[in-house]
């Protein structure tokens, strides 16, 4: 059975008049470290950028950016600490749209194999954080520029993105969706494993927009446009 928020199945919030300017998105901080290139990448796309340090201060967003880089365990104990946790299943409720980015995306599912992990995801999506193979032939983690092979061309997140684009990315660890239907991208590295996913008003990304030049932007663009 399915832990964690129940996933909304209604439409995006609609835009109010004050939507058509400025997308205002609370940026989540719990000391990941990779907070600045993602806000300086949002701000580029016209989004006004509220940096997020509490789960009552998603409250008023639009939208909502989960970063992340390092350890999945590091991450949800940062979140719980700081009283995120609930604040992210509220907001992911509301139906309004909730971008996870890298590990990030990683906390959106209910476990993780990562150094024994005994924290426990979000449990928005069911499934596990699972590590590449070990091979002689695979370089882990995986750095660098990778395909995109659309499985849902229509993801608003992927509007305008030819199949077959590179993004970047740096990671030991991805995500195995127990739906497949929930997957928005794969890609291949030792084997294919889903690069990013999608459902109602959820998106999330195993490969860094940020980091992805023209292609990541128009990527944030889509996302700061729903937040409209």
Known sequence: MQVGC???????????????????????DYGSGNLRSVQKALLRCGAEVSIARHGHELTQAQGVVLPGVGAFDDCLH????????????????????????????????ERSEE?????????????RVARFPDRPDLKVPQIGWNR??????????????????????????????????????????????A????????????????????VGLAILRNFVDLAR
């Open 115 to 127: 150094f024994n992990s005994c924290a426990a995801g979000l449990g928005v999506f069911r499934g």
């Open 195 to 214: 690069s990013s996913v999608w459902q109602n008003n959820i998106f999330a990304t195993q490969f860094h927009p940020e980091k992805s030049q023209e």
């Open 78 to 109: 940062a979140l719980q600490k700081q009283e995120l946790l609930e604040g992210i299943r509220a907001f992911i409720q509301s139906g309004r749209p909730f971008l996870g980015i890298c590990v990030g995306y990683q906390a959106l599912f």
């Open 148 to 193: 995109l092979q659309l499985a849902r061309t229509d993801c608003p997140l992927y509007r305008g993105i030819p199949d077959g684009s590179f993004v970047y990315f740096v990671h030991s660890f991805h995500p195995c969706p127990e739906d497949p239907g929930v997957v928005a991208s794969w890609t291949d590295y030792g084997g294919r494993f």
């Open 6 to 28: 129940r996933l909304v199945s209604r439409a995006l919030r609609p835009a109010t008049p004050r939507d058509t300017l400025h997308a205002v998105l609370a940026l989540i």
